[in-house]
């Protein structure tokens, strides 16, 4: 049995560990782990170890990650950064097993087995996982991430180095002002979240990891955000705990950020009257909608304290356009993965627009709720009116339950208290099902001439290696008040 080590002062390594080939662009990062998180966060499913080719092996901390809020239950996932080339080495411990799979299908990598091990070479950066015997709730998540870059110089720069961070007394977040560059060294775990609340000009950025903090980072009407390169991993403590909410701000950059949550209507990123907003590659594997970009400061709750209040907004939140999400790898253990609308404000009626999803991984999907089902949802609701939405370029790899396209300009009771204005301009382009799992029928519906569905574009979708011609073959409802659609 493995002894407890009692010490809390420093990581179990003083530092990142670096190795560099003959080769001046081939080198390799493996990170310390905290000492506070030594024994309490690992999980022994799997022994994992990297290397450059022809060099020493080294032992990579094998975090335990809480995933699907549903049944609650341990993953594993690692992380390293690499320039070149490395191989992997993944050890089975507990147990035998007959095939292993990799997530999402769009990975290249071709493990080969030797006995319990697994063995394999990456040739570039990307994040997925192994699944043994196709257990999806205690698999291994592999981050092999590029590198990240180096620490910034200057008199605004706040360096966290490897071990554990907290915030300070008294409070469960860090703060943060205008100006400000966060760097976190791989290695560092914050036990905290950030709050960027009126400010400007941050960067937020490292290969540190944001550790069970909640609502992990917070923005409320912020200015000029780059926030990049982070691993964030949530329990289930504490409902609507997100890896990153967006609120009220315009030109945000998120880049190459990984999240795992498993609580209650914890969102991947969540983006609401906002503009210009970037997220430019990633990770997540969540237990509530994937990526969402709402016309609402939030979720129905800050509508009931508003009521309750009876103080209105003095600067009330504006439209939602100009969002571009691309290059991500999803896993939704509920909920959707790519969804636009549901939530507004009747009272001063608002659009979302222009909003891009482009080249996109869902390696899986769950939802047994009919009204939240959709790989690609939209939903018009609450006044709100919806133009000009793109899918391009995305894969889905399976449905365990709901909806590949799920389109509604409509009226739902549970959570509108009036119909949406519509959606109008929706392109669904270079889209590939494998057809695996159970869905249900998509849908594209409109309300009524008021609450219509308008310009529908699908080209180029494939089911199960079939090339989608009519509604019929997509698995398409059409009903209601839809018009101008197109397949082909």
């Given at each position: 049995?493995?002894?407890r080590?009692?010490?809390?002062?420093?990581p179990?390594a003083?530092g990142?560990t670096?190795?560099a080939?003959a080769?001046?662009d081939?080198?390799?990062?493996?990170?310390p782990?905290?000492?506070e998180l030594?024994?309490?966060?690992?999980?022994?499913a799997y022994t994992?170890?990297?290397r450059?080719?022809?060099?020493?092996?080294?032992?990579?901390?094998?975090?335990?990650v809480?995933?699907?809020?549903d049944?609650?239950q341990?993953?594993?996932?690692v992380y390293f950064?690499?320039?070149?080339e490395?191989d992997v080495?993944?050890l089975v411990?507990?147990g035998?097993?007959?095939?292993?799979?990799v997530a999402?299908?769009?990975s290249?990598?071709?493990p080969?087995?030797?006995?319990?091990?697994?063995?394999?070479?990456?040739?570039?950066p990307?994040?997925?996982?192994?699944?043994?015997?196709d257990?999806r709730?205690?698999?291994l998540h592999?981050?092999a991430?590029?590198l990240?870059a180096a620490?910034p110089?200057?008199?605004?720069?706040?360096y966290?180095g490897p071990g554990?961070h907290v915030?300070?007394?008294?409070?469960?977040t860090?703060?943060?002002?205008s100006g400000?560059?966060?760097?976190m060294e791989?290695?560092?775990v914050?036990r905290?979240?950030f709050r960027?609340?009126?400010?400007?000009?941050?960067?937020?950025?490292g290969?540190?990891m944001?550790?069970d903090?909640?609502?992990?980072?917070d923005?409320?009407r912020?200015e000029?955000?780059?926030?990049?390169?982070l691993?964030l991993v949530?329990s289930d403590?504490?409902?609507?705990?997100?890896?990153?909410?967006?609120?009220?701000s315009?030109?945000?950059?998120?880049?190459d950020?990984?999240?795992?949550t498993?609580?209650?209507?914890?969102?991947?990123i969540?983006?609401?009257?906002?503009?210009?907003?970037?997220?430019d590659?990633?990770?997540?594997r969540v237990?509530?909608?994937?990526?969402v970009?709402?016309s609402?400061?939030?979720c129905?709750?800050c509508?009931?304290?508003?009521?309750?209040?009876?103080?209105?907004d003095?600067?009330?939140?504006g439209?939602t356009?100009?969002i571009?999400?691309r290059?991500?790898?999803?896993?939704?253990?509920?909920?959707h993965a790519?969804?636009i609308?549901?939530?507004?404000?009747?009272a001063?009626p608002?659009t979302?627009?222009?909003?891009?999803?482009?080249?996109?991984?869902?390696?899986?999907?769950?939802e047994?709720?009919p009204?939240?089902?959709?790989?690609m949802a939209?939903?018009?609701g609450?006044?709100?009116?919806?133009r000009n939405?793109t899918?391009?370029?995305?894969?889905?790899?399976?449905i365990?339950e709901g909806?590949?396209i799920?389109i509604?300009a409509?009226?739902?009771?549970?959570?509108n208290?009036?119909?949406?204005?519509?959606i109008?301009?929706?392109t669904?382009?270079n889209?590939?099902?494998?057809g695996?799992g159970?869905p249900s029928?998509?849908?594209?519906r409109?309300?009524s001439?008021?609450t219509?569905?308008?310009?529908v574009l699908i080209?180029n979708?494939a089911i199960?290696g079939t090339?989608?011609r009519?509604?019929?073959?997509?698995?398409?409802?059409?009903?209601?008040?839809v018009?101008d659609?197109i397949?082909?």
């Open positions: 049995m493995k002894s080590y009692l010490g809390i002062l420093a179990i003083c990142l670096t190795t080939s080769q001046s081939s080198e390799l990062r493996v990170y782990v905290a000492r030594l024994y309490s966060a690992h999980n022994d994992v170890r990297v450059q080719p022809g060099e020493p092996w080294q032992d990579l901390y094998e975090y335990s809480r995933v699907d809020t049944t609650k341990n993953a594993s996932m950064d690499f320039e070149g490395v080495e993944v411990n507990n035998t097993f007959t095939q292993v799979s999402p299908l769009s290249e990598i071709t080969e087995r030797f006995g319990n091990v697994l063995r394999f070479r990456l040739t570039k990307e994040s997925f996982s192994l699944q043994f015997d257990d709730l205690h698999n592999i981050l991430g590029s990240p620490r110089e200057g008199e605004n720069v706040r966290f554990q915030p300070p007394e008294g409070s469960d860090f703060p943060v002002n400000d560059t966060i760097y791989g290695g560092a914050m905290g979240a960027l609340d009126n400010v400007r000009d941050v960067t937020i950025a290969r540190g944001l550790w903090p909640g609502q992990a980072i923005l409320e912020a000029n955000i780059r926030i990049s390169d691993i949530n403590r504490m409902p609507a705990a997100r890896v990153i909410n967006i609120r009220n315009e030109n945000v950059e998120v880049a950020i990984t999240g795992f498993s609580g209650k209507w914890s969102d991947g969540n983006i609401s009257t906002s503009r210009h907003v970037t997220v590659g990633g990770y997540l237990s509530d909608d994937a990526v970009v709402y609402v400061a939030d129905p709750l509508r009931e304290r508003a009521a309750r209040t009876g103080i209105a003095p600067n009330p939140p439209d356009f100009d571009n999400v290059d991500l790898r999803l896993w939704v253990d509920v909920a790519l969804y609308g549901h939530f507004g404000d009747n001063d608002r979302i627009r222009d909003v891009t999803f482009q080249n996109i991984d869902i390696a899986n999907l769950d047994d709720d009204d939240w089902e959709g790989a939209i939903f018009s609450d006044s709100t009116l919806i939405i899918f391009n370029d995305i894969r889905v790899d399976r365990e909806k590949l799920n509604v409509g009226n739902n009771q549970r959570y208290k009036a119909p949406g204005r519509g109008d301009g929706v669904i382009r889209v590939r099902y494998t695996k159970m029928m998509s849908i594209l409109g309300l001439d008021e219509a569905v308008r310009n080209e979708l199960d090339q989608v009519t509604p019929e073959q997509a698995n398409l409802e059409v009903s209601g008040a018009s659609l397949i082909r």
